[in-house]
T-cell receptor, first 114, second 113 residues
Framework: KAGVTQTPRYLIKTRGQQVTLSCSPI?????VSWYQQTPGQGLQFLFE???????NKGNFPGRFSGRQFSNSRSEMNVSTLELGDSALYLC?????????????FGPGTRLTVL | KQEVTQIPAALSVPEGENLVLNCSFT??????LQWFRQDPGKGLTSLLL?????REQTSGRLNASLDKSSGRSTLYIAASQPGDSATYLC????????????FGKGTLLTVNP
């Protein structure tokens, strides 16, 4: 069974631009969560989508948004990029929503903002 | 608010040594605790998941324990190898947080040949 895939793997953008990252969950998984990883803050939860609906949201500004499609694939968008948005963005999928459900992580998208 | 702390932040050991990584969390009302491994610039690989009702889980040379009441978990690695060099992350689910997982900042392990 194929794992979680994320595209692109690497991105370089400049301040003020916007970016869209994509995540395809494991087949049959309906929940997708997004995390940001930086050296200073570590791994932080961004949001979770289940059945095309945002279920939970972390403490990030409104520039960070996402959506989920009917095939469970998810996209994350960051508008008006700032230098501090440079990070590894990880996507995780799970069979269902709810606390305590095991998640499986993708390889991440490395975003660099210049 | 759930907070997860991992000690030490970095650890360097000679090959063959047994070692223990520590993880503590502030709210004991968790659903489960998971240990991950992360190689530089890569995603997370799940090593062990311990449900809140369990005391420990084992996989090969790895053994993870959970003491929910005291808010602590340990990851024991037996007979360490250079290939074990990576960052090890502890994460909890639940515990007063609606976040899917709350992570510690990790322990960077280096196993020297």
């Amino acid at each position: 069974k194929a794992g979680v895939t994320q595209t692109p793997r690497y991105l370089i953008k400049t301040r003020g631009q916007q970016v869209t990252l994509s995540c395809s969950p494991i087949s049959g998984h309906r929940s997708v969560s997004w995390y940001q990883q930086t050296p200073g803050q570590g791994l932080q939860f961004l949001f979770e989508y289940f059945s095309e609906t945002q279920r939970n949201k972390g403490n990030f500004p409104g520039r960070f948004s996402g959506r989920q499609f009917s095939n469970s694939r998810s996209e994350m968008n960051v508008s008006t990029l700032e230098l501090g948005d440079s990070a590894l963005y990880l996507c995780a999928s799970s069979l269902s929503s709810g606390t305590g459900v095991e998640q499986f992580f993708g390889p991440g998208t490395r975003l660099t903002v210049l | 608010k759930q907070e997860v702390t991992q000690i030490p932040a970095a650890l360097s050991v000679p090959e063959g040594e047994n070692l223990v990584l520590n993880c503590s969390f502030t709210d004991s009302a968790i659903y489960n605790l998971q240990w991950f491994r992360q190689d530089p610039g890569k995603g997370l690989t799940s090593l062990l998941l311990i449900q809140s009702s369990q005391r420990e889980q084992t996989s090969g040379r790895l053994n993870a324990s959970l003491d929910k009441s005291s808010g602590r978990s340990t990851l024991y690695i037996a007979a360490s190898q250079p290939g074990d060099s990576a960052t090890y992350l502890c994460a909890v689910s639940g515990g007063g947080s609606n976040y899917k997982l709350t992570f510690g900042k990790g322990t960077l392990l280096t196993v020297n040949p």
